[in-house]
Every structure is written in C-alpha cells, then in structure tokens.
C-alpha cells in the first residue's frame, strides 16, 4: 500500500503538471494552435503528420512500421516508442519507452508514481530516454529533411511536465524535421487539452485510424514522408 508520504508525491507531481500543462497550452496558443493558426506558421516549415484512434487501433504498430520503412531508405530518425509489456498470463501490465534509432529501452514502476488508469508512470524514468530523443537529427545524405518520432503524445506522457515542454517548444521550432507519430483519442468522452490544442495547430494534420483503416492510412502517409524528406517512393 503506498504510504501518505508516496500519495504527497505524487500528488505534488500532479500539482505541477497542472501548471506546466498550462504554461504548455498558451504557448501552443501563441504559436498558432487553435483560431486558425496558419497565419503564424511558415509555409516552408515541415509539417507534423500524426495518427490518433482508440486502443487497439494499432497506432503503434502503424507508427513502427512507417519508421522501419524510412530508415530502409536511409533518413535519419530520432524519437521513441511506447511499446506494451505483457504479463504471464498475455495480460499488459504496462509500457515499455524504446527510443529510436538505438533501441534503448526502460520501465519501472516504483509506487509513488502518478497513474494513468491501472498503470503507473516512472516520470523521471521516462524524461531520461525520452526528452533527448525529441532532438531532431540532422538530415541524412540520401534526405533533405530528417524526421522525429513521437509515439505518443498520451496521458502517460503527459505526467511529465518536462515531456510537455519539450513538445510545445519543437512545435513551435523552425528545425527542418518533420514530426511523425501519435497524439491520445478522446476516451469516453474524456478529451486531453494538450493534444486537441497540437491537433489544431496549423502545421498538424491528424488521420483517424481503426483496425480496419490502418493499413491503407499507413501507405499513405509513409508516401506523404517520403515526398516530405524529398525521396520518392519505390516501385
């Protein structure tokens, strides 16, 4: 059971994602999320193509396969995924962070963590693999653009205010990279200000997926990356 100094924890990590949460959306604000946007954003600058869907949608899965098939063509690529862990009996238990390109992966669970549902969140875990991939790379020889992966932009990843930060300033960031990945449905009705205000943003487009869209909204947007990154597709 956790004790009342573990609850105070995290209630104070609560407390002060609120506030960066905040913070985060007047950025997004001021840089062109919501009322339009596109006034403020550079026609030149790369876009952000991200999926959202509900769980099982298999955005990740979506998110991977795309990356694989860019690195195969040589563009460099830096980000991380979220990738399930399994219980013995098949159950998910909770979510690894791998980052990309390199594959480092981590996990833990310690019991003062803010939850997301019936997982806990290792913030402090998740910010030491996870921020320094935000970083665009620089472009490869065979692409003009280099491409950063974000899977995703979710409520776990939210616990971080730090995560929140660091979205909020490569949005808003002339890098020539595009952004590629995943932003959280609405569950239940129960919206995430963060990601609707990154979905409203005039350099982001969002596909809906299902399981039965993904496969045809996967090969369109890995054509829309290739023609970003300036490679054409194969075939």
Request: glycine share 10%; proline share 7%.
């Amino acid at each position: 059971m956790p004790s009342g100094k573990d609850d105070a924890v995290a209630g104070e990590l609560q407390r002060l994602c609120r506030r960066a949460r905040k913070r985060s959306l007047d950025i997004l604000a001021a840089s062109g999320a919501g009322c339009g946007g596109d006034a403020q954003v550079p026609p030149t600058a790369p876009p952000w193509l991200m999926v959202t869907g509900q769980p099982g949608s298999g955005k990740t899965t979506l998110v991977r396969r795309v990356a694989e098939a860019l690195a195969q063509r040589g563009v460099a690529l830096r980000g991380f995924f979220t990738e399930e862990v399994l219980g013995a009996g098949g159950s998910r238990v909770g979510f690894d962070v791998v980052t990309v390109p390199d594959g480092r992966r981590g996990v833990g669970l310690p019991a003062h963590c803010p939850r997301t549902g019936a997982y806990a969140v290792d913030v402090a875990a998740f910010e030491a693999l996870a921020l320094p991939a935000l970083s665009p790379p620089p472009p490869s020889a065979a692409a003009r653009r280099s491409v950063v992966v974000i899977d995703e932009v979710g409520r776990m990843e939210l616990h971080s205010a730090a995560f929140q930060a660091a979205v909020t300033r490569l949005l808003a960031s002339p890098a020539e990279a595009v952004v590629f990945g995943a932003l959280t449905a609405p569950i239940y009705g129960h919206r995430v200000p963060f990601c609707d205000a990154i979905a409203a943003h005039g350099r982001v487009s969002v596909d809906r997926i299902t399981q039965k869209t993904r496969d045809a909204v996967r090969e369109a947007l890995q054509r829309r990356l290739l023609r970003e990154v300036g490679l054409r597709e194969e075939g």
